[in-house]
Each structure stands twice: as C-alpha cells, then as structure tokens.
C-alpha cells in the first residue's frame, strides 16, 4: 500500500518540518545547559562528599544482588534493548521514480539530443525523497540551460520512450530564481499521488534558462483530453498559478519544434 496523504497535509509537514528542527535545536541548547549545571553540581558534591571507599556499601543497603547479576547491568541492558526495539519504518510511496541530470555543459558536445541525460537516484519512500531534495541543488542554484527532472521509474524523460511516444506537456513559466517553491509542490504531488488521472503521469521536469525557468508535466495519451484537461486544472491549483497555461503533443513538437502550439488551455 502506498503513501496516499492530500496536498494539503504535504504542505503541513512542510510546516512541521520546520518546527521540529526549530525545537529540536532548542531542545539541544537547553539539554546542554543542564548537563553543563548538573556536572557542576556533581563536581560540588564530589568535594563536600568524598567517594565512599567501599562500592558494595550502596549494593548492600539497597538489597543483595541476584545470582548472577551485575550491578548496573540491568539499566544499560534494558536501555540498549529499548532502542533496539524503537525502530522507524518507512513510508513506501505508490510507485518508486528516478531522479534525471540533463548537464548543460555537455550538451553543446554531443550530437545526439539526450546524450548527456544521466539518471542520479530512484526512490520509493517518503525519506528518501526528503533526504534527496535537502541535499540537491534546488532550480534557483542551477546552471542555465540545466534540466532536472523526476519520472516514474523505468519510464525515461524523452520523446523516443514508449511510454512518452504519444505524450504531450503541460508548461509554467516562471522569472529567473522563482520556480522552488512550485518545483517542490509538483513533486510532492507527483509522489503523493494527487492528481485524478494519476496513471497518466510520466514525470516533471524544471528547465534552466538564462532570463526564465520552466516546469513541465508530461502524460501518456495526448489525445486523451478529459484527462489532461483533469490534471492541467489540478496542478494550476495546486501551484496557485493565475496565468493561462498550455498542453503541447510531443508530436507537434517533434514536427514543429518551437512552432507547435498548445491543443488544451486551462
């Protein structure tokens, strides 16, 4: 069973997130200030008290030791075995996806469109998703003309896959340095499974330009335009996005490259 939450609460772990580390860093300021006065005091004991030369006074006064028991052996025991049964599962998501490099520097060298498209990591769980985008550079921090994109695993981001072959796009434009925020939004959509048609879904991919940054969402059946009109409404609100938006036929791009013109708007 995968990982089915609403955008909404995706939204809220984003929030919680946040808060959590907040109070996980004040949690260790303050944990640091008591063991700094506890060890004072301990120091301060030691020198009003002295230590009892005979450690098994304490041992006797407390009670005799069971055959074959270690005096403090119990507490570390039960400890270690208590963290050894805290054990934090993970949350599987509904279908794994890969996570593809397209580097702007080695496009000019090669010939073949594509080429330099690299697959980096496939993920299936919710933590390795976030382990991976904390650690990765975000569009904003991307060189121009870098395309980074995150499909269904097995599924690979170009005209020529099958799955892709009678796709189409929708596309979102956004000024240089503006686009994290909605990029992280489509992800968290994509993974969690938000959209209606969710079968349809290829993949996205967010494409570096030197005054612009663009987002695209591509699906299987092109000619399916209950379904594309579905998912282009959906995601325009979950972006929050006001401008019109467009759905372009990989076929009318392959013919008419930067002439081919949207079929569906929303």
């Known amino acids: 069973m995968g990982l089915l939450i609403t955008f909404g609460q995706f939204k809220e772990q984003i929030k919680i997130k946040e808060t959590e580390e907040s109070e996980r860093k004040s949690r260790e300021k303050k944990m640091g200030l008591e ?13 009003k008290n002295p230590k009892n030369p005979n450690p098994n006074t ?28 805290i054990v934090e599962q993970p949350h599987p998501l509904e279908h794994s996806w890969t996570f593809w490099f397209d580097n702007p520097f080695a496009k000019s060298k090669q010939a073949i469109w594509g080429s330099s498209m690299r697959p980096i990591y496939t993920f299936s769980t919710i933590e390795q998703f976030w382990s991976l985008y904390n650690n990765i550079h975000h569009p904003s921090k991307l060189s121009p ?84 009109m579905s998912i282009g409404k959906q995601w325009k609100e979950l972006l929050d ?19 081919a013109k949207n079929r569906y708007t929303v």
């Open 58 to 85: 304490k041992d006797e006064e407390d009670g005799e030791l069971e055959e074959g028991e270690i005096a403090g052996e119990e507490d570390d025991t039960t400890s270690s075995s208590l963290k050894k049964g």
């Open 35 to 47: 063991e700094n006065l506890k060890s004072m005091n301990i120091n301060e004991e030691e020198n």
């Open 145 to 228: 003309g870098a395309d980074f994109h995150c499909f269904k695993h097995k599924i690979e981001p170009k005209w020529e896959d099958p799955v892709c072959a009678n796709g189409g796009k929708w596309t979102v434009s956004f000024p240089k340095g503006k686009s994290d925020t909605s990029w992280l939004y489509t992800l968290l959509a994509l993974i969690g499974e938000q959209f209606e048609y969710g079968d349809e879904i290829c993949g996205a991919v967010v494409s570096v330009r030197g005054k612009l940054e663009k987002i695209a969402l591509w699906t299987k059946n092109a000619a399916n335009e209950t379904a594309q």
């Open 241 to 259: 996005y006001n401008d019109t938006i467009g759905f372009i036929f990989h076929d009318d791009a392959k013919k008419l490259d930067r002439g």
